[in-house]
Each structure stands twice: as structure tokens, then as C-alpha cells.
């Protein structure tokens, strides 16, 4: 696991060989999480923590020709005005590590 600075945030990122992975979709979904299509078309990756839709865990993948790479972090609530991104993430601490732990369980 690693943890990247930038725009004054800390980000989860979990990054892995891309052949102990395979399909990065496929892999994901079977960590227990769904897709998630924005308006724009962009398409990430969320779990519910309980049967609510926050907080949810949301997971972005970025694919290079060896390595996958899991920008994870926790939305604690909706973003306030349409349009904004802010959210109350969570991008660090216990919760995050805990589910960064969880999710390389699966990894061969």
C-alpha cells in the first residue's frame, strides 16, 4: 500500500502487478464492489459499509501495461451542490487501511 501526497490530500493507493491481478473489473466486483457511472460516462467502484448509500468505500482503477493501481478512499456523505466533487472523504486512517488490508487479501 502506499500513500500519495497531492492537492493537500493523502490518497490510498493500492498497487499491484498487473498479473497477479488479470481483469481489474473482475478483481474489484469480487472484492465486493459495484460500478458506478457518473453522468460524465467516468466509471469507478463503490461498497456500501452498511445498507445505506453513505458512507460508502469508492475505488477509482488506473491500468498501466504492468501495474493496477486502486486510488480507495471513504465517502462519509453525498456532495453538497451538483457539479462539486467534495464529499467528506476520507482518504487515510484506520477504515481505509482496514479495507486496503481486505481487498489485497484477494490478490493471487
Known amino acids: 500500500m502506499d500513500f500519495v501526497f497531492g492537492s493537500n490530500l493523502v490518497i490510498m493507493k493500492l498497487i499491484f502487478d498487473s498479473v497477479k491481478i488479470g481483469d481489474s473489473?473482475?478483481?474489484?466486483?469480487?472484492?465486493g464492489y459495484g460500478q458506478h457511472r457518473v453522468r460524465n460516462g467516468e466509471v469507478s467502484y463503490?461498497?456500501?459499509?452498511h445498507g445505506d448509500w453513505y458512507p460508502r468505500f469508492h475505488v477509482y482503477?488506473?491500468?498501466?501495461k504492468d501495474k493496477t493501481i486502486f486510488n480507495l478512499h471513504l465517502d462519509q456523505r453525498?456532495?453538497?451542490?451538483?457539479g462539486v466533487t467534495a464529499h467528506g472523504g476520507e482518504y487515510d486512517g484506520a477504515i481505509v487501511e482496514k479495507e486496503a488490508e481486505r481487498i489485497t487479501k484477494?490478490?493471487?
Open 25 to 31: 473489473q473482475k478483481f474489484i466486483r469480487r472484492c
Open 46 to 49: 463503490v461498497k456500501r459499509v
Open 61 to 64: 482503477i488506473l491500468e498501466n
Open 78 to 82: 453525498q456532495p453538497v451542490y451538483e
Open 106 to 108: 484477494f490478490v493471487i
